[in-house]
T-cell receptor, first 116, second 113 residues
Framework: NAGVTQTPKFQVLKTGQSMTLQCAQD?????MYWYRQDPGMGLRLIYY???????DKGEVPNGYNVSRLNKREFSLRLESAAPSQTSVYFCASSTFEALVGPDTQYFGPGTRLTVL | GNSVTQMEGPVTLSEEAFLTINCTYT??????LFWYVQYPGEGLQLLLK?????DKGSNKGFEATYRKETTSFHLEKGSVQVSDSAVYFCALSRIQGAQKLVFGQGTRLTINP
């Protein structure tokens, strides 16, 4: 049981390049999330997917797109990378159900991205 | 809007010292509150949570009580160990289609032997 996995672990891009960060979970969770972590700012939500087939913007969606490929996988795409997108990116998943209430979010190990 | 404020770090303590990390929140309605911990080079792990006022969350010797009257959720531990060195995040949960977490800025804790 691997939990939440992310690839790659590290990436260096030049300004204007594109890339996709991959995330997969094997816990049969409905909801998946992408966060970015910047020094002194905690984690901020970029996009989330409440269930397979749906995606919604979070707090800082500009410059990103997402795809919920199936129940297991949720990818984050940077179409034209900018230095302001240098950050550590975390994927998370949870089995949130509205009638049950808040549940634990499980986080992947993160992707450290540098945009030059 | 919803926000979380944590005490500024970094915090450095000696082993067996008492720990308090302050956390206050601003929220509409009645959010659930969480403490997550991030060990070096790893993702975040849930440490404890509380879902309603006066609930106490506890795990691994850490405790936090949901205080609605002071909008606080301070993290405490009676005797810290070197292995507790990590970054600690306070967070609240908003339910809007999915469970969205709002995080504080994190507090880096270092425990010296």
């Amino acid at each position: 049981n691997a939990g939440v996995t992310q690839t790659p672990k590290f990436q260096v891009l030049k300004t204007g390049q594109s890339m996709t960060l991959q995330c997969a979970q094997d816990m049969n969770h409905n909801s998946m999330y992408w966060y970015r972590q910047d020094p002194g700012m905690g984690l901020r939500l970029i996009y989330y997917s409440a269930s397979e087939g749906t995606t919604d913007k979070g707090e800082v969606p500009n410059g990103y797109n997402v795809s919920r490929l199936n129940k297991r996988e949720f990818s984050l795409r940077l179409e034209s990378a900018a230095p302001s997108q240098t950050s550590v990116y975390f994927c998370a998943s949870s089995t949130f159900e509205a009638l049950v209430g808040p549940d634990t979010q499980y986080f992947g190990p993160g992707t450290r991205l540098t945009v030059l | 809007g919803n926000s979380v404020t944590q005490m500024e770090g970094p915090v450095t303590l000696s082993e067996e010292a008492f720990l308090t990390i302050n956390c206050t929140y601003t929220a509409t309605g009645y959010p659930s509150l969480f403490w997550y911990v991030q060990y070096p080079g790893e993702g975040l792990q849930l440490l404890l949570k509380a879902t309603k006022a006066d609930d106490k969350g506890s795990n691994k010797g850490f405790e936090a009580t949901y205080r609605k009257e002071t909008t606080s959720f301070h993290l405490e531990k009676g005797s810290v160990q070197v292995s507790d060195s990590a970054v600690y995040f306070c967070a609240l949960s908003r339910i809007q289609g999915a469970q969205k977490l709002v995080f504080g800025q994190g507090t880096r804790l270092t425990i010296n032997p």
